[in-house]
């Protein structure tokens, strides 16, 4: 991850830009330096083998025409201004569509785990007739959290995981769990 790039902030505003400009009649005042900026720091954390959202997936797409011009800013700048705001538009409303389809089934998910969370926890309390239910809210600490890209919260939970399933010292008689 880039020292000086909070990737969750980086794609959170791209995420915005995307939804913005695909409900907009009319291009917005400096389209063309916003998009560069954000492509430019979008290739500074993309990782190719990482999944993205479908909306970020407008920003790949752009990201892969304008390899070549990234280094460049002016050059940049005139390589997206021969694109028409339209059609950078009907691209980001192609990916917007399928991202909030992703939403919607994201949604639909939940509310399935949700009722399998339910069965479980009421199979669990027929069995045991002592139960004792624990909440653990996880974070990283403020000062810190800008430090944290994708990488290492995923291999923070990869260990969190392992040490779950092994019943690892404070997990020892842990009968089952679940995280939302």
């Not at 990201?63 to 028409?84: P, V």
């Not at 509310?111 to 069995?127: A, F, G, H, P, W």
């Not at 291999?155 to 040490?163: N, P």
């Amino acid at each position: 991850m880039s020292n000086n790039l909070n990737e969750s902030k980086v794609l959170i505003k791209i995420e915005y830009f995307v939804e913005d400009i695909s409900i907009k009649k009319l291009q917005p005042r400096n389209f063309y330096n916003n998009l560069a900026d954000l492509l430019i720091q979008f290739d500074e954390i993309y990782e190719a083998d990482f999944y993205y959202s479908a909306s970020i997936g407008a920003f790949i797409e752009l990201l892969l025409d304008m390899n070549e011009y990234l280094y460049d800013r002016e050059q940049l700048l005139d390589r997206l201004n021969d694109q028409s705001f339209i059609e950078i538009q009907q691209s980001f409303k192609k990916h917007y569509r399928r991202h909030k389809r992703q939403l919607r089934d994201h949604r639909y998910s939940e509310s399935e785990n949700t009722k399998n969370l339910v069965q479980r926890m009421n199979d669990i309390s027929d069995k045991y007739s002592r139960i004792l239910v624990v909440r653990v809210d996880l974070a990283y600490p403020l000062k810190y959290q800008d430090q944290v890209g994708i990488q290492e919260f995923s291999d923070d939970m990869k260990v969190l995981c392992t040490r779950l399933r092994d019943q690892d010292t404070i997990f020892k008689g842990l009968v089952k769990y679940a995280w939302y």
